[in-house]
């Protein structure tokens, strides 16, 4: 089952920061947080991911709350081609050396001219 | 360049028959992985490998093979005995361990009639 909650659809006009959020209240001290997104019929596409500080990359920026029971992933200036599924995920570790991905249905955001 | 593909993009079949679906890398990654997403839906996990000649199941494996007998490959075989093989399946590379994002590729649509 996913650890993660995410609203099932968003808007957000073309120009303007995305804020997208997502609930994993069970996650446990050694779980990450990642962020991909994924464009209609395509690959997913890795964004961001982080532990317990908040972290910036040239896509997007990862908030965390101090409890890491909540996450926000911010699209500072959305274009239309920002388009996507975008799916909170957290990383559990499963195997010795390795570890597994437990994906939700994500958050269909639309960006509106 | 370096990346993950998948082939074929589009996969017709009749009920009964097996089918397999190609995955191949040049990223060097040790760790490759097989997913099904059904419409509306998140990933689910198929079959994993960390390291070539060793592969283990994933939270669906019942209905489908893999074999890894190169580092850059990970074929799955769709086998008669999954009863719902039509989906998207997707496959993805990491490095082994640790703090990595997966590359994933653009995807096989398969469509058993």
């Known amino acids: 089952d996913a650890k993660t909650t995410q609203p099932t659809s968003m808007d957000c006009a073309e120009g303007r920061a995305a804020n997208l959020p997502c609930n994993h209240s069970?996650?446990?001290?050694?779980?990450?947080v990642y962020w991909y997104r994924q464009i209609h019929s395509q690959g997913p596409q890795y964004i961001i991911h982080?532990?317990?500080?908040?972290e910036t990359n040239e896509m997007a920026s990862l908030i965390i709350t101090e409890d890491r029971k909540s996450s926000t992933l911010i699209l500072p200036h959305a274009t239309l081609r920002d388009t996507a599924v975008y799916y909170c995920?957290?990383?559990?570790?499963?195997?010795?050396?390795?570890?597994?991905?437990?994906w939700g249905a994500g958050t269909k955001l639309i960006i509106k001219p | 360049d370096g990346g993950i593909t998948q082939s074929p993009k589009y996969l017709f079949r009749k009920e009964g028959q097996n089918v397999t679906l190609s995955c191949e890398q040049n990223?060097?990654?040790?760790?490759m992985y097989w997913y099904r997403q059904d419409p509306g839906q998140g990933l689910r996990l198929i079959y994993y490998?960390?390291?070539?000649?060793?592969?283990q199941k994933g939270d669906i494996a019942e209905g489908y093979s893999v074999s890894r007998e190169k580092k850059e490959s990970f074929p799955l075989t769709v086998t008669s005995a999954q009863k719902n093989p039509t989906a998207f399946y997707l496959c993805?590379?990491?490095?082994?361990?640790?703090?990595?994002?997966?590359?994933f590729g653009q995807g096989t649509r398969l469509t058993v009639v």
């Open positions: 993805a590379s990491s490095s082994r361990g640790g703090n990595t994002e997966a590359f």
């Open positions: 990223l060097n990654h040790d760790a």
């Open positions: 490998s960390q390291i070539v000649n060793d592969f």
């Open positions: 069970t996650i446990s001290g050694n779980e990450y």
């Open positions: 982080g532990l317990k500080n908040n």
């Open positions: 995920i957290v990383r559990v570790s499963k195997w010795d050396s390795n570890y597994q991905l437990i």
